[in-house]
């Protein structure tokens, strides 16, 4: 299965870059995690973030697949323990469809963004960087993976 994981900006810290390169290249064959950066749209200074988000989820809204099943990753979204998660990947897998994840630009998931995806994950109520978001998906992928596999890496 492939994961793309549709994250809205370009220039993330070497630390983001390293961290999920990390998590990314531990994950089997079996699901292969790939990044796809979208270009953060300019103009919020301008105070037009309306237009920014609606170009952002126009270019997210071409980079997903037909056939994709998409999951944005938002704030009110469902939350899930890491159990839940693996039981959730293993279905995923079952299913055999690719999945595309998406991480939102400075103001969010445009609403045409949201009414496209398939259900919502929050990775917790509190609003993380964008960045540090790319880090705990790859690092909560490979955790869930682990569990199914039956590795001793997670440890709840």
């Known amino acids: 299965m492939r994961v793309r994981l549709l994250a809205a900006g370009t220039r993330q810290p070497a630390w983001v870059r390293e961290g999920y390169a990390d998590y990314a290249g ?3 064959a079996e699901l292969r995690l790939e990044l ?3 270009p953060v749209a300019r103009g919020r200074a301008a105070g037009s973030a309306a237009r920014a988000v609606a ?3 126009r270019l997210m809204l071409e980079a997903i697949r037909r056939g994709d099943y998409v999951v944005a990753l938002e704030v009110g979204g469902r939350a899930w323990s ?3 998660l693996a039981r959730w990947l293993g279905r995923r897998l079952a299913a055999g469809s690719d999945l595309a994840l998406l991480i939102g630009g400075p103001d969010g998931l445009g609403p045409e963004v949201l009414a496209r ?8 109520p ?3 960087p964008h960045g540090l978001a790319r880090v705990v998906v790859a690092e909560q992928l490979y955790r869930a993976a682990s569990l199914l596999r039956g590795h001793p890496y997670h440890r709840a």
């Open 36 to 38: 796809v950066e979208i």
């Open 82 to 84: 890491t159990p839940d």
């Open 55 to 57: 170009a952002e989820a």
């Open 26 to 28: 531990r994950l089997a």
């Open 117 to 124: 995806a398939d259900e919502r994950w929050s990775l917790s």
């Open 126 to 128: 509190l609003t993380l």
